[in-house]
């Protein structure tokens, strides 16, 4: 089995979560809102564990070569 090129989209999408996470919990935070708060803090935390999860595989591909 050939291995899967990395792109950017796959790159950026913990990141580009956790920044969604970011403006959601600080638009919860001007609105007076605490599920969009609590909605911001998930996809932090969402966003952190795909990004784990990519390097994880990323590191597990390189020691496969």
């Given at each position: 089995?050939?291995?899967?090129?990395?792109?950017?989209?796959?790159?950026?999408?913990?990141?580009?979560?956790?920044?969604?996470?970011?403006?959601?919990?600080?638009?919860?935070?001007?609105?007076?809102?605490?599920?969009?708060?609590?909605?911001?803090?998930?996809?932090?935390?969402?966003?952190?564990?795909?990004?784990?999860?990519?390097?994880?595989?990323?590191s597990?591909?390189?020691?496969?070569?």
């Amino acid at each position: 089995m050939e291995p899967k090129e990395e792109t950017f989209k796959d790159k950026i999408g913990g990141l580009g979560q956790k920044i969604i996470g970011e403006i959601e919990q600080v638009g919860g935070a001007l609105t007076g809102d605490p599920l969009t708060q609590a909605e911001g803090e998930f996809n932090q935390e969402v966003g952190e564990i795909r990004e784990d999860l990519q390097e994880d595989v990323a590191s597990g591909d390189s020691a496969e070569k």
